[in-house]
């Protein structure tokens, strides 16, 4: 599909906008008390380029959650002509505005606001559904190993000390809450790492170097709960508002570039997936009022709180791994571990994803509902 | 509970020191040339990147010198404080045939001239390559920044050093380089 600028405007009002025309209207008709709504814009305008160029942006979850839901994408491209549209991985497990810009282009610039709803998770223990299962497809996608997730070797030693002592018969939510206790325990969040951090969980663990952001401290969870057989997965995302529980370090609202975060989920049969975010007690643990002991109580409170719990001022992208950008000129050299921050490449190569400053690009957040 | 959680935290203490001394021991036995063994590299692998001039470079051509090969980042703390040791071995040297290539990680030029003015390094001083896409990065098996790899006179490379030089006018650094110098 090639857009232009007419073809854009065409394209919000069909395309992308959900049955009302103005989608904001729409969100405030499907709205409930408990969900949330916001608009959250991401701007890319490359610096210092011409001539061909592509940019791919993250975009949210491909399907709707009971916790997320996607009500509108709409892009909006520059002056030049452009080609742009929303793509989809193979496995459909990420999405992504794809931009390019021919030889003649001047400047570059794409936008797209998305409008999402949330509400809080929880995991009700009480109440286990026993049709909550994975399929044997499901369960072998889910536990699969990727380029920086192994989960054999050093991997599995690690599970092993994790569980040893667990009876045989421990549930997965057993051993799923010992990984996690584990996880929090050992690791550490290293404000000195770039971004989220790359996840790459064998040279952590093989250089017993623990320390790490969001990206590396739950991967961590992650790979050794698919070592142990438990289904689990990363979800990359972005903070759009402030905690409400209180936490500073735990929210981001207005201006957001720099606010990407991921989660983690395993999955128990009865409960479905489950939330978790051991990294986040580590950030709170670094963080929160210039740092506090592991015995404080609020950080006693969101240990517990963030094994089964997700507060929702975040906004979910994708699970994705070892993602190939359509159209890249790198080819295999140019895949990324993961998809959460704007991507783009010009003929001199791969743009700095994690300088927004040089790059440039803008998220900004803004609760609507 | 209570006492599951104070086991625990006992737990996380003792293991938080019992690898903040494992990385600091392992800082201190890699503070030396290895064996390119360490990084399973049988032989040099290309290097053809532009400088930040835009004109395009091939150590290949550089045979007959002794070269420095180091991977880093202006965001990368050790390889801040190791650009002095490398400005400093190359203007040591450099009558003697010594090339020293920084080979930039992944960031883009402003970010990288914006690091050379604000620490008063001269752009000559040293020459720096970008690898905007990380695959030199990848093809040398570097794993962490910064690294550095010596290559004698016949292109081969003699070893690597892991983390930051941090005195490059010690025996282990300024030594090796001397008796590939002499060869």
């Known amino acids: 599909m090639t857009i232009t600028r007419r073809a854009a405007i065409k394209a919000i009002a069909t395309a992308f906008a959900l049955p009302a025309l103005n989608p904001i209207t729409s969100v405030f008709a499907q709205s409930s008390p408990e969900w949330t709504t916001y608009e959250i814009v991401t701007e890319v305008n490359l610096e210092n380029t011409n001539g061909a160029a592509e940019a791919w942006i993250p975009l949210p979850l491909v399907l709707n959650t009971d916790y997320f839901k996607t009500l509108s994408i709409r892009p909006e491209v520059g002056d030049t002509k452009v080609e742009s549209k929303i793509y989809e991985t193979q496995d459909k497990q990420a999405r992504m505005l794809w931009t390019k810009w021919d030889k003649s282009a001047s400047t570059h610039s794409v936008k797209v606001a998305m409008i999402v709803s949330t509400r809080n998770r929880r995991l009700e223990l009480s109440s286990p559904n026993p049709a909550l299962k994975l399929s044997k497809e499901e369960q072998k996608f889910w536990t699969r190993a990727t380029a920086y997730l192994p989960t054999d070797g050093i991997v599995k030693v690690k599970v092993q000390e994790c569980l040893a002592s667990l009876p045989a018969n421990a549930t997965d939510l057993q051993k799923a809450n010992a990984i996690y206790n584990w996880v929090v325990d050992n690791t550490h969040r290293d404000s000195k790492t770039r971004g989220c951090g790359q996840g790459d969980v064998k040279l952590m663990l093989e250089t017993n170097n623990l320390g790490g952001k969001c990206a590396d401290i739950n991967a961590v969870f992650v790979a050794l709960a698919r070592s142990a057989g438990i289904a689990a997965r990363d979800v990359y995302g972005i903070r759009i508002a402030d905690s409400a529980r209180g936490y500073k370090s735990l929210g981001k609202s207005g201006e957001i570039t720099k606010a990407q975060h991921c989660r983690a989920e395993f999955y128990a049969s009865g409960y479905g997936w489950c939330p978790v975010d051991p990294a986040d007690v580590r950030k709170v643990i670094l963080e929160e009022a210039g740092g506090l002991a592991v015995t404080d109580p609020k950080v006693v409170a969101i240990r517990d709180y963030l094994f089964g719990n997700w507060e929702m001022n975040w906004m979910a992208y994708n699970y994705d791994h070892d993602i190939a950008l359509p159209g890249s000129k790198l080819g295999k050299n140019g895949v990324i571990p993961f998809l959460m921050y704007p991507q783009a490449e010009n003929k001199e190569g791969r743009f700095d994803s994690l300088d927004p400053d040089n790059f440039k690009y803008k998220i900004t957040s803004r609760l609507i509902g | ?183």
Do not use: H
């Not at chain 2, 490379?157 to 300024?174: C, K, M, P, Y």
């Open chain 2, 1 to 183: 509970m209570l006492d599951l959680i104070k086991k625990q935290i006992a737990r996380g203490i003792f293991l938080s020191l019992f690898f903040i001394c494992l990385s600091l021991w392992g800082g201190y036995a890699s503070a030396q040339w290895q064996s390119v063994s360490k990084v399973s590299l049988n032989q040099t692998p290309p290097l053809l990147l532009n400088n930040l001039a835009g004109e395009t470079i091939d150590i290949k051509t550089f045979k007959g010198k002794v070269v420095i090969v180091n991977f880093w980042a202006s965001w990368c703390e050790p390889c801040r404080e190791e650009f002095t040791e490398l400005t400093y071995l190359q203007d040591k040297y450099s009558a003697k045939d010594l090339k020293v290539f920084a080979v930039n990680l992944a960031e883009m030029k402003p970010r990288i001239t914006q690091f050379i003015k604000g620490n008063g390094i001269s752009e000559n001083a040293i020459e720096i390559l970008q690898d905007r896409n990380s695959i030199i990065y990848k093809t040398w098996k570097a794993r962490g920044i910064p690294t550095t790899f010596l290559l004698n006179k016949q292109g081969k490379i003699d070893s690597v050093w892991t983390g930051a030089i941090e005195n490059a006018d010690s025996d282990e650094v300024s030594g090796r380089i001397e008796t590939l110098l002499r060869q």
